[in-house]
């Protein structure tokens, strides 16, 4: 199939591409590892693509006191294999591999897979796991959301009519752990975790179980691995999808979180 007719544009700044946004049916392009096949299979039919690939100054790597700013048109491939990133945001790091293949990680990009919310992708539970800040633009002001605000449902965020997703901010941890399950490396997760810890305590995000990444609190408030897993039945409750049960699914949380359990438990 063909993608449907559409206009493009490409700003050569914030400045120009907000105007561009506030008309009817417009759409951001960012890296199009989604959205040029939701084109060609006409799911998507926008008006006008507003394509800010060239917005460099979005790119932008960067240490900040207690973490690391990332820009939204920060690629895949980039996250894997910054110093900054592992040294910062590792979790970030372990979990770029497993983003589909080479090619799909050299194009896309962190801003487009946080603002899809896919409910199997990685970074929207590494995001909440870190309690990461989504940094949205408009044309009059800059808001700063928590990723447990950004997370609304499948496919669907707290962006709002003409505003881009131009950073996220993600503060350091002591440790963390990331963990999936696939038929297939690159195929997308059965199920997934991304966990942190710190002197607060821990942190634990399951994708691929719900509608949007899910924060297990019961199991990683537990003091055993034991209370953890019965904390996960109370935490999550997966739905089934064409290959595994919804029982399948819990059984794969646990064996991914008694994994990740002595990472996320030793002390610094």
Known sequence: MKAPSFAYAKPRSLEEAFPLLERPGARILAGGQSLIPS??????????????????????????????????????????????????????????????????????????????????????????ALNATMILQSRKNERRVPAASFFKGLFDTDIRPGEILVAAEFPRVDRSAFLELTRRHGDYAIVGLAGVADASGKRIAFFSVDSKPVL??????????????????????????????????????????????????KPH
């Open 39 to 128: 084109l060609n299979m006409r799911l998507s039919a926008p008006q006008l693509l507003v394509d800010i690939g060239g917005l460099a100054r979005l790119k932008d790597i960067s240490p900040q006191p207690g973490g690391l700013r990332i820009g939204a048109l920060a690629t895949h491939a980039e996250i894997e294999r910054s110093e900054l990133v592992k040294k910062h945001v590792p979790l970030l790091a372990e979990a770029a591999p497993h983003i589909a293949h080479p090619a799909i990680r050299n194009r896309g990009t962190l801003g487009g897979s946080l603002a899809l919310a896919d409910p199997a992708a990685e970074y929207p539970a590494c995001a909440l």
């Open 216 to 265: 297990a609190k019961n199991a990683a408030a537990a003091k055993s691995l034991e209370e953890g897993i019965l904390g996960l039945k109370k935490d999550l409750s997966p739905a089934a999808d064409l290959y595994n049960s919804a029982a399948t699914k819990l059984h794969l949380a646990g064996v991914l979180l008694k994994r990740a359990w002595n990472t996320l438990s």
